[in-house]
């Protein structure tokens, strides 16, 4: 008899420790989106323990509150509670569990929530969710335990549950700020140069605006496109390394000049060769230094020839010259937009790879018109009847039109519409 | 006597997944280093399977080989195998489970590491540690189960291990990678500014040098030191936005073009303040940007007063100005170094904080020479006979010698090992 009973005893406790580490599993193994990590270990922490319902709260450093984006039975609406407020703060501030049998009958309990939506808490297991300094980054409440109250028993399993989520989300938060990181120090560079070289200020950005779209037109991975934002955000780069009256001048360079300007490809190589890419961005370096090559080999600073020009440097090499020539200078005004586009035509097999043209053509006029007013933010508007002329075009056809001897008024209206946003 | 064994087994069963929580907790609940979370790793599953060895690999996917710097057995000696080669290499490439009964009688085992080192090796569990993406970042492996041949169950269990430890690896290599991207990202920020402002080069990294020196020197914590470095590091960014022309200027400036240059502090506060800096460091900004306040208020860009001055900026300001008198400019040689100190000293608590300036001369002579040659990496040896000389000294001792009538003779050679490494 006693050994029947020890034996339930055993069998309850192991299915436990099996869903913990199915549970540790679980949030270990997914692909980190905080939103979607969150939901499932909210709704496995609710199976566990028999709750009807879980919140898992994180901390923001910055505010000192505590916030819930997805919490049972609120819809989408994010709930902040300030740290030094209600059962969630005083759990967060003190690190200690807290487990309430009766709510309305604890004084700690704030009703409001509840009036607002009609649901009846009964019974509350809120306990902290440390990271690997001891410091709570959250808490994870359970409500309303379906068969009775949450015991002692409870109290040990939602803490381990809390530990191993709060890894996962330690891990999701490291790379969200791996990513923030990442991208503003590139915006910062790119910033440096822009502060340095005004004249070209925007560039960079609009030249990744364009890249990126050339590559959603060959329909490339996100990955894909990822390297190919990055690389063009920071292909001038090596501009840092010439000499600012060179940069600026105006008129025509001596040669000694031109060699000088040739060399900013050289510094971007340098440059970007310091920085620590991880791994799937190493191309960087060498796809950033390479957007002066030349399909046919005429280019610099190596004088690369087809296929040996890295893919992606050649995508930006056809935004690198549809931006200068379509941007306004101080000594000259952009060019007529059908020169542009019989240049970029013209120079297909000598500068420029035809698969990345014909990708490039292929861009949406209503994004080609973004593009080049990328950086005008303010009082700069498209208004919705030129919007929804221009998406209809792709910029293949936008140049067959303005090539053709005559317009039809629907060709007269798309050029008119294109001519409202360039130029200005 | 069913229910006997039944509860032998549920007993057996329950002490087992009650090992693999702890052993997931353990991992996951270390301070990220590497090498220790490891080691750890390796102890823990050796009890767990009751073997005699257990050995981490992990990827080196730039190389393609596996790699272990601890291994059972080894010292402290690094193993690399091509992941073509064994059965590491196997496992890793194929991401299945090898388990070997009998090594020798196996062709795919290795006998060269037992030869080598006298082990005996009788039977080979392995199997893979796949990352979040289901990539083979690693191989584990044990050696000689105790009580016989390692079964189905302990495939089960390395395999639930690898994935605990796989996690947590990752998350060391993201501290990782987070950190060496951080600094390759600040050392190119900083070189941007060497490549411009080619008559300053190295300043912002010898600034650095003397303020860490001047921090360690006051017992700051190390995360202290990690803050004020990355501060030093950048606190002339905002020199990418003065004009060459001004910055390189060699007389005197005129009102106009010393605004301009005091800009820099104003740029070095916008340009920081657009990084994504995380918690601990969200102060850069706020320090780099105030390291020409003067403790009197006569500084700028804000005049700030004594204790409204960042700390951390209070002692950069008195690293970068003994950096500016100590270097060579194009117009003029460092300035003789008694002359050096005395401003220092006589600008106590006017420009400068007394404490700071304090622990400011309580740093070793030797790293002040160190400091000023910091850039000078060809050719530059300090001799032994100086470096013993030289160490005997900190600052304000020296300061007290060449303050002094008349040298004795161990002074006279102070003096003479400082001048061989000084304004050369």
């Given at each position: 008899?006693?050994?029947?009973?020890?034996?339930?005893?055993?069998?309850?406790?192991?299915?436990?420790?099996?869903?913990?580490?199915?549970?540790?599993?679980?949030?270990?193994?997914?692909?980190?989106?905080?939103?979607?990590?969150?939901?499932?270990?909210?709704?496995?922490?609710?199976?566990?323990?028999?709750?009807?319902?879980?919140?898992?709260?994180?901390?923001?450093?910055?505010?000192?509150?505590?916030?819930?984006?997805?919490?049972?039975?609120?819809?989408?609406?994010?709930?902040?509670?300030?740290?030094?407020?209600?059962?969630?703060?005083?759990?967060?501030?003190?690190?200690?569990?807290?487990?309430?049998?009766?709510?309305?009958?604890?004084?700690?309990?704030?009703?409001?929530?509840?009036?607002?939506?009609?649901?009846?808490?009964?019974?509350?297991?809120?306990?902290?969710?440390?990271?690997?300094?001891?410091?709570?980054?959250?808490?994870?409440?359970?409500?309303?335990?379906?068969?009775?109250?949450?015991?002692?028993?409870?109290?040990?399993i939602l803490l381990l549950l809390a530990r191993q989520a709060a890894d996962a989300v330690e891990n999701a938060?490291?790379?969200?700020?791996?990513?923030?990181?990442?991208?503003?120090?590139?915006?910062?560079?790119?910033?440096?140069?822009?502060?340095?070289?005004?004249?070209?200020?925007?560039?960079?950005?609009?030249?990744?605006?364009?890249?990126?779209?050339?590559?959603?037109?060959?329909?490339?991975?996100?990955?894909?496109?990822?390297?190919?934002?990055?690389?063009?955000?920071?292909?001038?780069?090596?501009?840092?390394?010439?000499?600012?009256?060179?940069?600026?001048?105006?008129?025509?360079?001596?040669?000694?000049?031109?060699?000088?300007i040739k060399s900013h490809t050289v510094f971007t190589r340098e440059i970007l060769g310091k920085i620590y890419?991880?791994?799937?961005?190493?191309?960087?370096?060498?796809?950033?230094?390479?957007?002066?090559?030349?399909?046919?080999?005429?280019?610099?600073?190596?004088?690369?020839?087809?296929?040996?020009?890295?893919?992606?440097?050649?995508?930006?090499?056809?935004?690198?010259?549809?931006?200068?020539?379509?941007?306004?200078?101080?000594?000259?005004?952009?060019?007529?937009?059908?020169?542009?586009?019989?240049?970029?035509?013209?120079?297909?097999?000598?500068?420029?790879?035809?698969?990345?043209?014909?990708?490039?053509?292929?861009?949406?006029?209503?994004?080609i018109v973004r593009g080049i007013n990328l950086e005008k933010v303010e009082n700069f508007v498209i208004v919705?009847?030129?919007?929804?002329?221009?998406?209809?075009?792709?910029?293949?056809?936008?140049?067959?039109?303005?090539?053709?001897?005559?317009?039809?008024?629907?060709?007269?209206?798309?050029?008119?519409?294109?001519?409202?946003?360039?130029?200005?």
């Amino acid at each position: 008899m006693e050994n029947k009973e020890e034996l339930d005893q055993l069998r309850v406790e192991k299915k436990r420790l099996e869903s913990l580490l199915d549970f540790g599993h679980k949030v270990s193994s997914r692909i980190l989106n905080l939103d979607e990590l969150l939901k499932m270990i909210m709704g496995e922490t609710r199976e566990i323990l028999d709750a009807e319902r879980c919140t898992v709260f994180l901390r923001d450093f910055d505010s000192d509150t505590l916030y819930s984006k997805i919490a049972d039975g609120m819809g989408s609406r994010e709930i902040r509670i300030p740290l030094d407020k209600g059962i969630a703060g005083a759990v967060a501030r003190s690190g200690e569990v807290i487990n309430i049998k009766d709510a309305y009958a604890d004084e700690r309990f704030d009703t409001g929530t509840d009036s607002k939506t009609g649901y009846v808490t009964k019974t509350i297991l809120t306990c902290p969710m440390k990271d690997k300094m001891g410091e709570s980054i959250g808490v994870f409440q359970v409500l309303n335990k379906r068969s009775g109250v949450f015991d002692t028993e409870d109290e040990r399993i939602l803490l381990l549950l809390a530990r191993q989520a709060a890894d996962a989300v330690e891990n999701a938060f490291l790379y969200d700020e791996q990513r923030k990181m990442f991208e503003s120090f590139i915006d910062t560079l790119s910033d440096t140069l822009d502060k340095r070289d005004y004249i070209t200020a925007g560039h960079s950005r609009r030249v990744t605006f364009f890249a990126i779209k050339t590559g959603e037109a060959m329909k490339l991975m996100k990955h894909d496109i990822e390297l190919l934002k990055y690389s063009s955000w920071m292909h001038d780069m090596g501009k840092v390394g010439v000499r600012e009256h060179i940069l600026s001048k105006a008129g025509k360079l001596t040669d000694e000049e031109f060699e000088q300007i040739k060399s900013h490809t050289v510094f971007t190589r340098e440059i970007l060769g310091k920085i620590y890419f991880k791994r799937e961005f190493r191309q960087i370096p060498d796809i950033a230094a390479s957007h002066h090559e030349n399909i046919d080999g005429s280019g610099y600073p190596r004088g690369l020839k087809g296929m040996a020009i890295p893919f992606f440097a050649r995508i930006i090499a056809v935004c690198d010259v549809f931006d200068a020539l379509t941007s306004k200078r101080h000594y000259r005004n952009p060019m007529p937009i059908l020169g542009v586009l019989n240049i970029l035509k013209n120079d297909v097999g000598v500068k420029f790879d035809p698969v990345c043209v014909e990708a490039f053509f292929k861009i949406n006029l209503l994004d080609i018109v973004r593009g080049i007013n990328l950086e005008k933010v303010e009082n700069f508007v498209i208004v919705s009847d030129d919007e929804a002329i221009l998406q209809k075009y792709i910029l293949e056809d936008f140049y067959r039109v303005l090539s053709s001897s005559e317009f039809t008024p629907a060709q007269s209206m798309v050029v008119e519409s294109f001519a409202r946003y360039y130029g200005k």
